[in-house]
T-cell receptor
Framework: SQQGEEDPQALSIQEGENATMNCSYK?????LQWYRQNSGRGLVHLIL?????REKHSGRLRVTLDTSKKSSSLLITASRAADTASYFC??????????FGEGTQLTVNP | ETGVTQSPTHLIKTRGQQVTLRCSSQ?????VSWYQQALGQGPQFIFQ???????GRGNFPPRFSGLQFPNYSSELNVNALELDDSALYLC??????????????FGPGTRLLVL
C-alpha cells in the first residue's frame, strides 16, 4: 500500500517559474526522501530530510518537512524544460524499506 | 549514473512462465531492495536482502523470491507469472543494513510484459 500521497498529481508550468509539490504521509518516519524519474526509467535521488529537520536546500531544490502535519513539500526554483519528470516522495521507517507515493508528473514548457 | 545495473532492459513472457531478473549493485553495498512499479503508480517494496539473507518483505506472494550473491549481484525470480505482474522492476542498493538515514541507489529497471 502507498503511504505517501503527492499533490498535485500533475503540474504544468512555464520555464523559469517555480514548481511546488506536496506530499502527505500517515505514520511516523525516520526520514523523507524525494526522487525523480524520467520516462519510466530508474529513480534518481534528489534530497533526504531527517525527521528532526525542518528545511533543507540543494541547488535549486528546497524541501520542507512538518512532522506535526505529516507533510513535506518540494520546491524547484527557476524550472527548466529538463526538469520535466515524475517526482516521488518516499518515507523511510524501519530498515531500508522505502514507501513511495503515487508521484507528481511535472511538465515544464519551454 | 548510480552504478547500479539491471538486465535485461525489457522482457516479454506469457502467463504461467517463470522469469529471472538480475541486478548488479555498487561495490561495497551490502543491501539490495527490489521494487515493483506498475504503470502510473509509485514503486512498491517487494523485499530486501542484506548479506545474502532476506531482511524484510512487502505484501507480495511467495512466488516472488530472490537471491543475493557475495559479488554484489542479485536476482529476482517470479514463478507462475500473472498478467498483473507486468510492471517495471527496480533494484536499489545501499551501503548498510538499517539504512535509516541512507539514500538508495536505483538501477534503470527491467520492464516486464506478461501476455
Amino acid at each position: 500500500s502507498q503511504q505517501g500521497e503527492e499533490d498535485p498529481q500533475a503540474l504544468s508550468i512555464q520555464e523559469g517559474e517555480n514548481a511546488t509539490m506536496n506530499c502527505s504521509y500517515k505514520t511516523s518516519i525516520n526520514n523523507l526522501q524525494w526522487y525523480r524519474q524520467n520516462s519510466g526509467r530508474g529513480l534518481v535521488h534528489l534530497i533526504l530530510i531527517r525527521s528532526n529537520e525542518r528545511e533543507k536546500h540543494s541547488g535549486r531544490l528546497r524541501v520542507t518537512l512538518d512532522t506535526s502535519k505529516k507533510s513535506s513539500s518540494l520546491l524547484i526554483t527557476a524550472s527548466r524544460a529538463a526538469d520535466t519528470a515524475s517526482y516521488f516522495c518516499a518515507t523511510g521507517t524501519s530498515g531500508s524499506r522505502l514507501t513511495f507515493g503515487e508521484g507528481t508528473q511535472l511538465t515544464v514548457n519551454p | 549514473e548510480t552504478g547500479v545495473t539491471q538486465s535485461p532492459t525489457h522482457l516479454i513472457k506469457t502467463r504461467g512462465q517463470q522469469v529471472t531478473l538480475r541486478c548488479s549493485s555498487q561495490s561495497g553495498h551490502n543491501t539490495v531492495s527490489w521494487y515493483q512499479q506498475a504503470l502510473g503508480q509509485g514503486p512498491q517494496f517487494i523485499f530486501q536482502y542484506y548479506r545474502e539473507e532476506e531482511n524484510g518483505r512487502g505484501n507480495f506472494p511467495p512466488r516472488f523470491s530472490g537471491l543475493q550473491f557475495p559479488n554484489y549481484s542479485s536476482e529476482l525470480n517470479v514463478n507462475a507469472l500473472e498478467l498483473d505482474d507486468s510492471a517495471l522492476y527496480l533494484c536499489a542498493s545501499s551501503p548498510g543494513l538499517a539504512g535509516i538515514q541512507e539514500t538508495q541507489y536505483f538501477g534503470p529497471g527491467t520492464r516486464l510484459l506478461v501476455l
